[in-house]
């Protein structure tokens, strides 16, 4: 099946969603659309086969299998349109859509945070500023605390 728009829907980089890989079924859809919603097939279900695919690298696969673990189906993904009222622009959305799940699962983990050491002149000086704070809150009391 050719790509709609003429352009792939890349992932991230150099990889995009294999056209052949993909499967599309479509189907009537609910909502708005008049006499012509109850004829013609406007609802699209996108399914992508994770687990077989040779399009992504690797390591990609992996993080992309354990992050979408939830949402699989024996190593398939689906993604499904109805919001627009032609079923071009529903494949359109879906494809937009598995391709941001799959560039978003096959994200590399971010880096690991470093703490930083907090200068002691700024720890001093905010202990500093806070003593007076209390000191001048006790200040506004009639009665002497001690």
Do not use: C, Y
């Not at 352009?7 to 052949?20: C, D, F, K, Q």
């Not at 004829?39 to 992504?56: G, Q």
Request: hydrophobic share 35%.
């Amino acid at each position: 099946m050719s790509v709609m728009s003429g352009r792939p829907h890349v992932i991230r980089g150099s990889v995009s969603l294999p056209e052949a890989e993909l499967q599309w079924r479509f189907s009537r859809s609910s909502g708005p659309g008049g006499q012509h919603v109850n004829t013609s097939d406007t609802s699209v279900e996108l399914r992508f086969d994770l687990a077989a695919t040779e399009a992504l690298p690797e390591v990609w696969k992996r993080r992309a299998l354990e992050r979408l673990a939830g949402r699989l189906v024996d190593g398939v993904v689906t993604v499904r349109s109805s919001e627009h009222r032609s079923q071009w622009r529903n494949r359109e959305a879906a494809a937009v859509r598995l391709a941001a799940l799959l560039a978003e699962a096959t994200a590399p983990p971010p880096k690991p945070r470093r703490p930083t050491r907090i200068p002691r002149g700024i720890n001093e000086r905010r202990l500093r500023e806070k003593k007076q704070r209390s000191e001048t809150k006790r200040g506004r009391s009639g009665r002497d605390w001690r």
